[in-house]
Each structure stands twice: as C-alpha cells, then as structure tokens.
C-alpha cells in the first residue's frame, strides 16, 4: 500500500561521481548553487549548464529518473515564470490592460527558469549519488570545527541517521496497522474530511506508541554496547580523499574561475541581447509585412 | 461458509526488474468448520497468503471465492466479506489505540454499523470468551501485560462476528500456559462452528489442534491434508526446512535404541504415549 513512495532518492550506479568523496560534494553543490547566483547573465548560465550536463553524463543517472523528481516544482516554476514577464518594466512589447510584457521580462523569466530548474537538478544530484550514510559523515565531517562553539555535531550527525535508518522500518509498521484497521472495517478512503482525519486515529496512535518503543530500546541497546557520544569514538568507514576528489577540486575551482571571469567580462550582456531581441522581433514583423505587401 | 482460491499469485514489487513471487498459483478449498493449520519456512508466504484471503492485498493473478463470489469483483460488498472473515495479525497487539479495552473491541462492530449499545453487548461477550474479567474492561490498553493485550486484540476482531478465523502467528512470544489457553480457545470457537485458518511455527500446535494442515514453501502449496498424511512425508518436510512433531522423533530414537514400536502416524504426545504403551504390555 505504501511501498511505492520512496524516500532518500538514491540511485545505485558505478561512477566516478558515486564514488567521490562525500564532502567533496556536498562542497560541490555548494558551490555550484552560489555560483547560479552570482551573475544574472545568460553566458554564466551556458557554462554552468555545460558544466551540469558534462556531471549527470559521468554520473549514469537516466535523465528520465533525474527528471521525474522534478514534477513536485513545476507549478513553482510556472509562477516565477510568469512573475517575471508580467512584473519587469522596461522597453514594453505588448501592452493590454494592467499587462505589460518587456524584453527584459521574458529574458528575466528565462534566466530565473534557467537558475531554479539547475538549482534542482543540481543539487538532486548530491542526493542521487551519495547514500543517506555518506551524506551524514561527510555532514558531519564538514561541519566539525563546530564543536568549538559546542555545536554537538556528532549528535546531530547519529539522529539523522537514525531518523534515516527507521524510515523504512515505520513504513512497514504503518502499512501493519494500516491493513489490521482495515480488516477491523475501519474507513480510510472517506470522502468526507471529517470521517478521513477521524480515521487517523487508529493509525497515527499505534504507529507512535510504536515509534517510542523502538526509540527506548534502541536507546538502551545502544548504551548496553557503552555508547556515550562522539568523545575519542573512532569511525568504522574513515574517509580519505583521493586522486579523483583533488582532480575534481581543480575542476571545481575552474569552473568557478571562468563562471567569475565570464561573468565580469560579459557585464553588458543582458542589455545587448535585449537589444538584440528587440531588433530581432522588428526585422520579423517587417519581414511579414513585406511578405503580406 | 466456503473459502475457495484459483491458481492465485501475488508478486511484490511486480514492477520492479525483480518482482518476488510470494504466492505463486496456489488453488485449494476450506469448507465452513474446518480447522486448517498452514505451516511453512519464514519467507514462504504465509502471511501473504491470508492476507489475499481477507482482500487487502489484491492478487496478481488469480480469484479467491467466498461462498462461490469473487471478493475482488467491483461490484463485491467489501463490508459483507469483512463481516465473514476476520484476520489477526502477526503481533495484534500492537494496533490497539483506544482509551480502554472496551472501546478498542468496540471498534469493529461500530465500524459494521452497530448501535452503541449492541456494540457494547457483543464486545462484552468478546472479551470475556478471550478471558478478561469484567473489572478490567475500563482499563487503558497500555496498562496490561502483552498476553492481556494479545487477547484485548483478538477479542476485537471475534466481536465483529466473523464465520472465518484467520490467526497469524498468535502464539508467537507467549507463555506455555498462554499458548494452551490460546490454542483451547480456538478449538473451542471450531466446536462452535466457526471456521479457523491458523499460521504457525510450531509443528505440535496444529498437530495437535488442526484437522488439516497445509505446508507452503516458496509460495506453492507444498503438502496439504490430515495431520497423519501430512507428517509421514518426514524426509519432504526436512528437505524444506520443517519437521515433522517432537513425538514422533522420540519414538524414532526408541526405535533405534533396540524397542520394538510403531512409529508411523505419531502426530500428537497421545499418540506417542499410548504407543509406546502397547509395545511395553
Ligand atoms: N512488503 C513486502 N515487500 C516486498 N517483499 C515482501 C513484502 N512482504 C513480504 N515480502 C516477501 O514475500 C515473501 C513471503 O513473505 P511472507 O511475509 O508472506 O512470508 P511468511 O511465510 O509469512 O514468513 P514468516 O514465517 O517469517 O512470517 C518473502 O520472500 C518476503 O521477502
Ligand atoms: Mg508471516
């Protein structure tokens, strides 16, 4: 009944990506989303989509996979969209009502679909290629100079994977309870919303009693085997950075060094393909006109 | 009322590249009043199994016929297959979410559309056929032992009435004295005509309760029949990970050891005793 929702989006694939270094990516994505937002400039974009494209080439994710994630946005897209070509003055190109649509609207709109739709898939690619466990070490590797300020890292680090390693486990548990209330008549499918959230009742109760449970006796197995938090505990999996992961900081340090010079060089840019499109639009419409005559 | 399946199967995860085929085109018969004890390795698909008899799992392939109608047809009254069978889980317990036991038994029956008060009345009944006194009706749910709850749960599901039982696992985790009172309380529901379809581990329980026992492995139906047939396949069933009853492997032992016994058709510890009887006069 709930075994088609999948959470922790992984994708299991032999690749260089897969393989790197977890911190390394998540410094990555990092870095790739800033440098989306460091120029509003098409040039910038081109590169950090060639850049994109060349990283879910290496990674072997289908594009049909990395793309079915994107449905959930797709309405947030369409509003900044839109947004951004009824909302920016400039040189007007159709005007009616309260409605003015500019050059610089629509190539606005383009630019802003350009960044949130990299943002996603880039940073979806963090998660696609990295299993909830690396994610959390390389988390909490990253942030260990934290624990200056008593940030407690490492205890933050083991409830996320905690909380990651009982998700399946409660789904199975809900899916349990689910099936018993139904055997006991219970009603979920109501159409009434009163009849539907009262229906939870029989679900949500079991399902937390449970929940609580687990939590107090994975706690006592837990310190039964004298766990008492991060102090001189060792790792089982200790990362090492590689060949490949210093490659990829050189690459990745390229890639925001052009992103930079580009994006100081082209500062023009946006203007002149306004212009641009605005000649282009006027070449068009004499064009049929004179077809027409 | 008649249980009937045809050539059902039911996959997991069927569009995936690896579906697992838990049921695989099993076809059998429980009249109304039997007692069927199914048995098989953990992973065979016995849970599966009944929970495609109670329709909350629909089959991949495959009818199941509940007095002759097909419980997935659209039109089929989901209501009227609930009120025939009822279903207790592997760990009942665990889904109990009321204030008190009697509200929890109460559950089922309001959920059939009974008044209050008749509610009341048949919860009543239920949860002193499974051994709860009176004075503990008013008690949370939380405040009982696990056995306690175990019975609170199939009390809830006996006072909606059902013509068939299905038990899974409902001795798992209790005490001798609680599985004799759990195992003589199903007999007792057989002798009052009501179907019961129990799942076990345990070889002696449906040896010594069941009058039909049905081995899954690997999703097929592996032997079905009495006890006594059942268990005189003792190499097939250790081939597939099971046994045949205690019983029997002692009056094997004493066999070997030099006395001349019987020892075919040793299902229950009375066939054993009265055996070893005859050949000591
Ligand atoms: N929700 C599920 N998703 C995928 N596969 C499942 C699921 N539930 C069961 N299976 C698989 O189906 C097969 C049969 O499982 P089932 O629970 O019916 O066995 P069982 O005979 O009840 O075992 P046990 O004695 O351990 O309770 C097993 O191979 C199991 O791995
Ligand atoms: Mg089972």
């Known amino acids: 009944m709930l075994k088609d929702i999948t959470l922790g989006q992984y994708y299991r694939a032999e690749s260089v990506i897969h393989r790197l270094d977890p911190r390394l990516k998540l410094v990555g994505s990092l870095v790739f989303m800033v440098s989306l937002f460091l120029f509003n400039n098409p040039i910038c974009y081109l590169t950090a989509a060639v850049f994109l494209v060349i990283v879910i ?4 994710i289908p594009v049909k996979f990395m793309l079915r994630g994107m449905k959930g946005i797709v309405f947030l897209l369409l509003i ?162 590689r060949l490949r992961d210093f490659i990829s900081m050189y690459i990745l340090a390229l890639y925001l060094g052009a992103i930079i010079v580009l994006g100081i060089f082209f500062k023009g840019l946006p203007a002149i393909v306004c212009e641009d499109m605005q000649c282009g639009l006027e070449f068009l419409i004499a064009f049929f006109k004179g077809l027409k005559g | 009322m008649e249980l009937k399946t045809e050539n059902l199967t039911y996959e997991y995860e069927s569009n995936s590249a690896t579906p697992t085929r838990a049921v695989d085109g099993v076809s059998f018969v429980i009249p109304g009043g039997e007692f069927l004890g199914i048995v098989g390795h953990t992973g065979s698909g016995k849970t599966t199994l009944v929970q495609l008899l109670d329709g909350l799992l629909k089959p991949s392939a495959g009818t199941v016929y509940l007095d002759g109608e097909d419980i997935n047809a659209k039109n089929y009254s989901r ?150 047939e059942v268990f005189a396949h003792v190499e097939e069933l250790e081939n597939i990970g099971l046994a045949a009853p205690e019983a029997y492997y002692i009056l094997e032992e004493i066999r070997k050891a030099g006395l001349e016994i019987e020892t075919e058709n040793t299902v229950t510890v009375e066939d054993a005793v009265s055996k070893i009887k005859k050949s000591l006069c």
């Open chain 2, 79 to 228: 209501k009227k297959m609930r009120a025939g069978i009822g279903i207790v889980f592997q760990y009942p317990e665990y889904q109990l979410f009321e204030s008190t036991i009697l509200k929890d038994v109460c559950f089922g029956p309001k959920n059939q559309g009974l008044k209050d008060e008749e509610a009341e009345k048949v919860a009543v009944e239920a949860l002193k056929r499974v051994g709860i006194k009176e004075e503990q009706f008013e008690l949370s749910p939380f405040e009982l032992s696990g056995g306690q709850r175990r019975r609170v749960a199939i009390a809830g599901v006996l006072a909606m009435q059902p013509k068939i039982l299905i038990l899974d696992e409902p001795t798992a985790g209790l005490d001798p004295a609680g599985r004799e009172e759990m195992l003589s309380l199903m007999d007792e529901l057989n002798r009052d005509g009501m179907t019961i379809i129990l799942i076990s581990h345990s070889m002696e329980d449906v040896a010594a309760h069941a009058s039909r026992i049905m081995v899954l492995d690997k999703g097929k139906v592996f032997l079905d029949g009495a006890p006594a």
């Open chain 1, 80 to 241: 900044t969209v839109l947004y951004h070509v009824l909302f920016t003055t400039g040189t007007v190109i159709v005007e009616f009502w309260i409605i003015h649509i500019t050059y610089e609207g629509i190539l606005n709109a383009l630019m802003m679909f350009a960044r949130l739709f990299m943002l996603i898939v880039g940073s979806s690619i963090l998660t696609l290629t990295t299993t909830p466990t690396k994610l959390t070490d390389g988390l909490e590797s990253l942030f260990k100079p934290l624990k200056i300020f008593r940030v407690p890292v490492h205890e933050m680090a083991m409830m996320m994977s905690i909380a990651l390693r009982f998700i399946p486990i409660l789904m199975e548990e809900t899916d349990r309870i689910m099936k018993a209330q139904i055997a006991r008549g219970a009603d979920l499918g109501s159409k009434n919303i009163f009849v539907r959230v009262k229906g939870l009742v029989p679900i949500l109760v079991p399902l937390f009693v449970s929940a609580f449970r687990r939590a107090g006796d994975l706690a006592l197995a837990m310190e039964a085997r004298c766990y008492n938090g991060g102090e001189g505990r060792t790792k089982m999996k200790v990362m090492h950075l």
């Open chain 1, 57 to 60: 080439a290496l990674s072997k």
